[in-house]
């Protein structure tokens, strides 16, 4: 049966020496939060850079599992489900946390990137780690990372597994969603033996990293795989099963994929209560699941439902028990930031991190069976080391105007003028750009009527900033958009 949500926290200490670190600035010694976020931006950031080098050495289990020792193999202590993928990874753990909370259990959740606050990585029960807590475990690390001396490079996403990891064992959780970061053999969750191993959606995206074929993604991804941990995948294409199957023979483990093992199956339709939605079924020799409606717009969110709950039943072999109605109730009750979010109202802006092309793809094809609306002006802007063409080909069906700009925040940023002369190659349809996402608003507001549509999209970096705008909006003045009976969502 599940165990009390109620945890008693566990207290941790650091000591060790404190001698200098030549990589590491004295200035940015931890004494609150906002020092603390100083010190962490020091570390080698992969999410900001414009060329990575993809190897053990950037990219270090060995590194992870120094520190994690350091700090006593947290690791070790949690009950993990680990999900890596191309597309859905954000969306299948929102799910299958919202699910197992519903059942009673004190659920862990790390995943990335954040839209407005790097907090939102680490969060228990939908509740984020305090400033407090982050603090003093950065501290420890701080002391960690000079122990280690010059064996540690340690990059900002270590940090934050670390600090999670650490965070979720003090907390004594039940149990902890690792979303993967970048690829999976070399990403810092790997350090993990998870119960069950959960693979989303393989497509093209970090090609520069990863590798240009989807059989190389695909390798990557699979990289998870640990001898005796059982694998659900989601549908894939047959370049992708066949490596997922030589992968799992190989180290041993036991693959199934959904409508295949796993019995799956979807419908769309729409009613009074629910207004347009998706249902799945999926049955196991365990579990049967009917007609369940799937709370985050999308086709392609049946399939990312199907894996939440497919995981959901992997875990009953580890004695996790459910009760039906609770699982209905949790995944009704499933938050997603930034996947489709309307943060306005008059006009209606939507913000989506839809990041590659096959996201953009599902994104028009979600807006068009889920929202009503005359005309769609899109907020673009885009990485770099993205499939650029491929992304603007799906605007370009799906768009009635696009509004290239950047995110100031992410330095690997396409200019928008470099955009605009993609798209005009593409597409005969009216687009312009924007120096900033706020000049952008400002044209798409003018570009709109009441029934029609702002999607801000290309990038979690401007899906994040047209969030914080909007929450700062009150506190902005003027307003970015004519005054015609402004309401926030």
């Known amino acids: 049966m599940p165990t009390s949500t109620t945890k008693t926290k566990k207290t941790t200490s650091a000591s060790g020496s404190r001698r200098s670190r030549p990589s590491r600035s004295t200035a940015a ?55 890596a993928g191309t597309k859905g990874k954000g969306s299948t753990c929102a799910m299958l946390s919202s699910m197992l909370q519903a059942c009673g259990y004190t659920v862990g959740l790390f995943t990335s990137p954040h839209l407005v606050d790097m907090r939102e990585r680490i969060t228990i029960n939908g509740e984020m780690i305090t400033h407090a807590d982050l603090t003093e475990l950065f ?64 497509g093209l995206d970090h090609t520069n990293i990863l590798g240009e074929r989807v059989a190389d993604i695909a390798r990557e991804k699979a990289g998870i795989f640990k001898k005796g941990v059982p694998a659900v995948s989601v549908e894939q ?47 196991t020799q365990t579990s049967k699941f009917e007609h369940l409606p799937v709370p985050l717009k999308g086709e392609h969110q049946a399939h990312n439902c199907a894996l939440a709950l497919a995981l959901l039943d992997k875990l009953k072999t580890h004695d996790f028990t459910f009760d039906q109605d609770k699982i209905v109730e949790g995944l009704a009750k499933t938050e997603l930031a930034g996947r489709m979010e309307q943060v306005f109202n008059e006009p209606r802006v939507i913000i989506d991190g839809a990041h590659n092309a096959d996201s953009i793809y599902a994104l028009i094809r979600s807006l068009g069976a889920h929202i009503s609306y005359d005309s769609l002006v899109l907020i673009f802007g885009c990485g ?89 909006l009150p506190n902005r003045k003027p307003a970015p958009v004519p005054h015609r009976g402004l309401r926030r969502r």
């Open 139 to 202: 501290k420890q690390i701080e002391v960690h990372e000079k122990k280690m001396g010059k064996e540690s490079d340690l990059t900002y996403f270590e940090v934050l597994t670390a600090t999670a990891m650490r965070y979720f064992a003090d907390q004594a959780v039940d149990i902890v969603i690792l979303e993967t970061g970048l690829g999976g053999r070399l990403d810092s969750t790997t350090v993990v033996t998870p119960l069950v191993c959960g693979l989303v959606h393989i």
């Open 384 to 472: 770099q080391d993205k499939d650029v063409k491929g992304m603007l080909t799906q605007l370009s069906l799906g768009a009635d105007k696009v509004i290239f700009t950047r995110a100031k925040l992410n330095p690997r940023a396409c200019e928008p003028a470099d955009l605009l002369s993609q798209f005009n190659e593409l597409s005969g349809k009216m687009a312009q750009t924007a120096a900033n996402l706020e000049d952008a608003l400002r044209l798409a507001s003018r570009a709109v009527s009441r029934e029609d549509l702002i999607v801000v999209t290309g990038s979690f970096y401007l899906a994040g900033e047209a969030k914080k705008y909007f929450i700062d």
């Open 29 to 83: 010694a931890i004494s609150n939060f906002s020092s603390a976020q100083r010190w962490l931006l020091q570390h080698t950031n992969h999410e900001r850079m414009r060329v990575v080098p993809y190897n053990d050495k950037s990219f270090s289990l060995d590194r992870m599992g120094k520190l994690l020792k350091l700090m006593g193999n947290p690791h070790n202590e949690l009950k993990c489900v680990q999900i």
């Open 237 to 283: 294409v047959e370049e992708v099963c066949e490596v997922f199957n030589e992968e799992a023979q190989r180290v041993g483990v036991d693959l199934e994929y959904t409508g295949n093992q796993i019995d799956f199956s979807h419908r769309f339709e729409a009613n009074r209560e629910l207004g347009p939605h998706t249902r799945v079924s999926l049955t």
